[in-house]
């Protein structure tokens, strides 16, 4: 399987009720294939080394774990990520480790 970066977009998302420079988000949004299938990965400007699978991906698909585990390869080779996490809904946060493959 090959991962394919299809995109890799920088957003700035200022609170639109707040003042200016409080509750700013800056973070690079990435679109990844693995064959038919897409996933898209948060990173946060203020914590670049790491980045969170936005996608949802379940313990029991084994294939898109498989997937995760690629992506989060290149992110580490490609980009410079030290630590990729994907969605836990027990907890409801970003804290399942992913390890690249």
């Given at each position: 399987?090959?991962?394919?970066?299809?995109?890799?977009?920088?957003?700035?998302?200022?609170?639109?009720?707040?003042?200016?420079?409080?509750?700013?988000?800056?973070?690079?949004?990435?679109?990844?294939?693995?064959?038919?299938?897409?996933?898209?990965?948060?990173?946060?400007?203020?914590?670049?080394?790491?980045?969170?699978?936005l996608s949802n991906i379940r313990n029991a698909d084994e294939q898109a774990l498989a997937d995760?585990?690629?992506?989060?390869?290149?992110?580490?080779?490609?980009?410079g990520v030290t630590e990729v996490n994907r969605y836990n809904t027990a907890t409801g946060i970003?804290?399942?480790?992913?390890?690249?493959?």
């Amino acid at each position: 399987m090959v991962v394919a970066l299809l995109e890799k977009r920088y957003h700035f998302d200022p609170s639109s009720s707040d003042p200016p420079g409080q509750d700013e988000y800056e973070y690079w949004i990435y679109r990844f294939a693995v064959d038919s299938r897409t996933y898209k990965v948060r990173r946060y400007t203020d914590f670049p080394e790491e980045a969170h699978i936005l996608s949802n991906i379940r313990n029991a698909d084994e294939q898109a774990l498989a997937d995760a585990a690629l992506i989060a390869k290149y992110l580490v080779d490609q980009e410079g990520v030290t630590e990729v996490n994907r969605y836990n809904t027990a907890t409801g946060i970003f804290d399942r480790r992913v390890v690249p493959v």
